[in-house]
Structure formats: structure tokens, C-alpha cells
């Protein structure tokens, strides 16, 4: 998680906002063989700091808010690349800007999509305000789904409602971990 190879003195807390907004996600490319086999092929792709060791600088910096206004410029199919990395952090910076990006994320089908493993998010106890907004959200898009009849809006019910159920097992969980410390401090 954390590069000992970049100095905190080696870039600016700019630079490194700059770096994340223009960060580059390589696919891999797909292709058959000779024999009709699936081949994989990653991209060889130089970069100079990784996407985690940028992240880290930004919470040494304190610079989620800024990141977040930062990021609300780039497309929806790149902060879903952008959230799979930020999963990974156990910084609560990094959760605060996972759920900023809802707000930013204005299709239904993409946010469902950002939003399906938000259960998996890292939370903490001390989160429990990012947790309800985050449930909030997902009501919001549940009631607009269920207003709707197809095929689609069922599937994406489904997921709504996986999520939501997962969410407020988390929430409980805080919830019953809050009342134990309270009883034991009695």
C-alpha cells in the first residue's frame, strides 16, 4: 500500500491530484490464438508512481474534498475504475470519497453498478453518517425502480435490494458493537 520509494517531498499535493484526474487505467486486450483459444494480453505501461502510492500521498495531504471536486470532471466508466482502487484503502478519506462520488455519478445504471459492493466498502464504526447517506442513496434509486416496469428495472430491484440488505447488516453491526461498548463501560 505504501511506496517507500516515493518520498512525501517528491510531488506536490497539486501534482498529485493532477496525476490521479489524468491516471490512466489500462485494459487488458483479448484475442484468440490459432487454435480458437482466449489469449489475455496486459499492456506493458510505464508510470512513474502508482495508483496507490498517489492515493496515499492524498491522505497524508488531507486532500479528499479536494480530489473528490477534482474528480467530478471525469467519466462514469473511469471513477469505476477509480472506486475499485479506492475499495482497497482502509483510509477513511478514501471511503468519504467513495461516497462523495455517488452524488457525482448521475446514471441510474452506472451508479447501481458503483454502488452494488458499497457493503464491501471499508466502514468503520466511526462512519455511520457515510453509511446512512449511502443507504439513502440506494432508497432513492429502489423507489424510482419500482416505479418502472421492465425486465431491466427488475434486475436492477434485485441488486438495489442485495445491496440495501447488506448495507443495513453492516449498520446493525455498528449498531450492536456501539450498545456492547456502552454496556461495558456501565
Same mark, same amino acid.
Given at each position: ?7 512525501? =517531498?517528491? !510531488?506536490?499535493? #497539486? ?34 508512481? #502508482? ?11 488531507? *486532500? ?18 477509480? #472506486?475499485?482502487?479506492? *475499495?482497497? *484503502? ?26 452494488? =459492493? ?6 468503520? !464504526?466511526? =462512519? ?39 448495507? *443495513? ?10 450498545? #456492547? ?6
Amino acid at each position: 500500500m505504501h511506496d517507500p520509494f516515493l518520498s512525501h =517531498n517528491d !510531488i506536490s499535493a #497539486s501534482k498529485t491530484l493532477e496525476l490521479i484526474k489524468n491516471y490512466q487505467f489500462i485494459e487488458p486486450n483479448y484475442h484468440t490464438d490459432d487454435f480458437g483459444h482466449v489469449q489475455v494480453e496486459i499492456p506493458n505501461h510505464e508510470r512513474r508512481y #502508482s495508483l496507490s502510492s498517489l492515493l496515499n500521498l492524498i491522505e497524508r495531504e488531507q *486532500q479528499w474534498p479536494a480530489l473528490v471536486e477534482l474528480l467530478s470532471s471525469n467519466n462514469e466508466h473511469w471513477l469505476l475504475n477509480l #472506486s475499485i482502487e479506492l *475499495q482497497k *484503502q482502509t483510509y477513511e478519506g478514501a471511503l468519504y470519497c467513495l461516497v462523495s462520488l455517488i452524488d457525482v455519478i448521475e446514471s441510474i445504471d452506472i451508479k447501481i453498478v458503483y454502488l452494488q =459492493n458499497s457493503a464491501q466498502w471499508p466502514w468503520h !464504526i466511526a =462512519n455511520i453518517v457515510l453509511l446512512d447517506k449511502t443507504i439513502n442513496s440506494l432508497v432513492l434509486i429502489e423507489k424510482d425502480l419500482m416505479r418502472r416496469k421492465g425486465v431491466s428495472e427488475e434486475i436492477d430491484l434485485s441488486i438495489v435490494s442485495k445491496t440495501l440488505t447488506d448495507l *443495513q447488516l453492516v449498520k446493525a453491526k455498528f449498531e450492536g458493537q456501539k450498545m #456492547s461498548h456502552l454496556s461495558a463501560k456501565n
